[in-house]
DNA sequence: CCAACATACGGAACATTGTTCCGTTTGCCA
DNA sequence: TGGCAAACGGAACAATGTTCCGTATGTTGG
C-alpha cells in the first residue's frame, strides 16, 4: 500500500535503536510492576542497561513510555466494548461488565489510576490517549443503556470514565475495595 | 519519671517562635489558596519571611501544616454530622447533606483530595487526622441510614470517605462535575 | 541592667529525580 | 572501506525536599 501517501514515510530506523526500544520496553514493564510507573528514569534505563539520554530519544515523556507498555490491554478493553453489548441482556449490564474490565485493568497497574487523571503537562499523552480510545467505547454503551432507559440520561463518558478511574486510586489499600466502590457508583447510575 | 502528670507542661515557647509559627499559618494558607497544597516549601518560607528551617522546626512534614491550617474545617464539619442527624428528615438526607459539606470542603482546597489518598510517608498525619475525626462521624450517620433500612450494611466508613475523596479529585478541572459523581456514588447505596 | 544560656533562626549544603545537551560511538550505504 | 548521519551515554543543570550547624536572640538569675 505504497505507505508514502500522507505517512511522513519511516526511513527505518537503526538497529540498535530498534533493539534498545524493545529493551527499553521490557525494562519498563517489568519495573512499572515492581515499582509502579511512577519509577525513576534511572531506574529503567539501569535496568535496561542504556544511558537516560535513550529513553528520552524514543519516549519523550513517560506518558510515551506507559502508553507504549500498556496499548494493547487498553486496545483489548476498548474492543471489548461493543462485543459486550452485543452478547449482554441489557445495555446496563454491557456497561457494568465493561466498567468491570476497565477497573481490572487499572487496579493492577500501580500509580496508574492516579497518573491518569494527574494534570502534569508530562501526563497530556496518557490523558489524550486514554480518552480517545475509550470515550467513544463508553459513550456508546451509555447511550444504550441511557435509551433503554435504565441509566440516568445526560451523563458525559468523560465524567463516568474520570470517576471511575478516582475510585481506583489507591486500590492496593487492603481496606479499600475499589471494585466495590465502582460497583456501587455504576448502581447509582440506574433510573429507579 | 515525674513529667507532672500526663500533659508533657508545654514550657511556654519563646515569643518569636510564637509569632513565626502565626506567620507560617497565615503565610501557607495563602500559598494554598494560589497554589495548591503542594506548593513549595521554599515559597511559603519566602512568603513567611523566613528560612526553611523555621518551617521544618514548627511543622516536621507538610500534613502537619496542612492539618494545622485546615482544623478549623475540618472540626467544623465533624460536628455538623450529628447535628445534622438530628435535624433531617431521614438518615439517608442527613448522610448526603454531610458528605455534601466534606465534598464543598474538599473542592475548595486545590490538591487537598490528591494528597488526602497520597501513600507517600509524610502525608501519614493528614490520613490519620482526617480519618480520626471524620470515621466516627461517618460511622454514625451509616449505622443510623443502615438501621433505617435506607442503604446497603456493611459498608465501612473508611472506604465511604475514601470513595468521595477520591471523586473529589480534579474537580477544578470544568469538564468534570465532582459534586454530581459524588451525588451518584451516594445514590447507589441506596436500598432498591 | 547585664551576663549567660538555651532556644530558635537562616540558609547553605546535600539528596533525589526530571530533563537537556554534546562529545563519542556505531550502524549503514556508496 | 570510508564517511556521515543516527543513536548513544552520561555529565550537567534544574527544581524540590530535607538536614545541619554557626549565628542571633529571647529569657532568666543575679
Redesign the pocket.
Known amino acids: 500500500m505504497a505507505d508514502d501517501g500522507s505517512a511522513p514515510a519511516a526511513?527505518?530506523?537503526?538497529?540498535?535503536?530498534r533493539r534498545?526500544e524493545k529493551t527499553l520496553l521490557e525494562a519498563a514493564a517489568a519495573a512499572f510492576v515492581t515499582s509502579g510507573v511512577?519509577v525513576?528514569?534511572?531506574d529503567i534505563a539501569a535496568k535496561a542497561?542504556?544511558?537516560?539520554?535513550?529513553i528520552?530519544?524514543?519516549f519523550?515523556?513517560?506518558a510515551d513510555l506507559i502508553v507504549a507498555v500498556y496499548r494493547h490491554q487498553v486496545e483489548a478493553c476498548a474492543e471489548a466494548g461493543p462485543a459486550l453489548l452485543a452478547e449482554s441482556s441489557s445495555p446496563h449490564a454491557a456497561l457494568a461488565q465493561w466498567i468491570d474490565l476497565f477497573v481490572d485493568f487499572l487496579v493492577t497497574k500501580h500509580g496508574l489510576a492516579e497518573a491518569l487523571q494527574s494534570d502534569d503537562a508530562?501526563f497530556q499523552t496518557l490523558h489524550a490517549y486514554f480518552l480517545d480510545r475509550l470515550i467513544p467505547v463508553c459513550a456508546q454503551l451509555l447511550d444504550a443503556a441511557a435509551e433503554a432507559g435504565e441509566i440516568i440520561p445526560d451523563l458525559e463518558p468523560f465524567e463516568l470514565l474520570r470517576g471511575v478511574g478516582n475510585l481506583c486510586i489507591g486500590a492496593d489499600n487492603p481496606r479499600y475495595d475499589a471494585r466495590r466502590m465502582v460497583g456501587l457508583f455504576i448502581a447509582g447510575l440506574r433510573l429507579h
Open positions: 526511513p527505518r530506523k537503526r538497529a540498535d535503536a534498545n511512577d525513576p528514569v534511572r542497561g542504556v544511558g537516560v539520554g535513550t528520552y530519544r524514543h519523550p515523556t513517560r508530562a
